[in-house]
């Protein structure tokens, strides 16, 4: 059995026809996207709330750092007591993100005196 290879021959006509109905197609589609470059509003607005939780969640964790380096001298006197240091930096979890932002900027004056 011989298997003959049909080919179509498309004039000039039906090129222009099938052509256009293909842009057609394509730009019918795509009318109604958005670009992907540009975000809502309220997308934007949620990322820069997720971008600031982040920032004072990390800014907490260097604080609860901070704390547990600093020696006090009622903890030098009674090693044998405990101190305040571990009630305060389990309290800290409890601080709103204002709370939290204004003890950083109190530490990092003392810490950075200029």
Known sequence: MVHKMVSIHLGFLEKTVVLFSIC????????????????????????HNLGVHKHVELRQDWLQMKLREIHTASEK??????GLLPDIITKLTDLNPMEAEDIIAVLEKRMNPS
Not at 24 to 47: C, W
Not at 77 to 82: F, M, P, S
């Open 24 to 47: 057609i197609l394509f730009y019918s589609t795509h009318a109604d996207s958005k670009p992907l470059g540009k975000r809502a509003i309220n997308e934007v607005q949620l990322m």
């Open 77 to 82: 006197k009674n090693e044998d007591e405990t």
